[in-house]
Nanobody
Framework: VQLQACGGGLVQAGDSLRLSCAASGRTVTNYAMGWFRQAPGKERALVAAIRSSGARTYYADSVKGRFTISRDNAKNMVYLQMNSLKPDDTAVYYC????????????????WGQGTQVTVSS
């Protein structure tokens, strides 16, 4: 599976962005999908995850209530709607997939593609 994230940019605090992740090579219908971010000097962290069916989601406490993960299995796409952005959200955002239908184990995710930079100015 190859994953390509896009949709990042430079925005002001309080603005919104929608990230998209396109999967190719095979269908990800049976894969858990996750959005991760890595800020300078920090480790990559899980931001949000969604079950293969889309029926279950997870959010890191820092983004709960502001970010929404969704998926369109027919299009092999995953999205991250980010609202009320804060400077602390500044990072490179990556999408990844896991052949497990549901997991929060970062080591179970793979197919990391190039991330997309999100920069939030104050």
């Amino acid at each position: 599976v190859q994953l390509q994230a896009c949709g990042g940019g430079l925005v002001q605090a309080g603005d919104s962005l929608r990230l998209s992740c396109a999967a190719s090579g095979r269908t990800v219908t049976n894969y858990a999908m996750g959005w991760f971010r890595q800020a300078p000097g920090k480790e990559r962290a899980l931001v949000a995850a969604i079950r293969s069916s889309g029926a279950r989601t997870y959010y890191a406490d820092s983004v709960k209530g502001r970010f929404t993960i969704s998926r369109d299995n027919a299009k092999n796409m995953v999205y991250l709607q980010m609202n009320s952005l804060k400077p602390d959200d500044t990072a490179v955002y990556y999408c990844a997939c896991s052949s497990r239908g549901w997991t929060l184990d970062l080591t179970a995710f793979g197919s990391w593609g190039q991330g997309t930079q999100v920069t939030v100015s104050s």
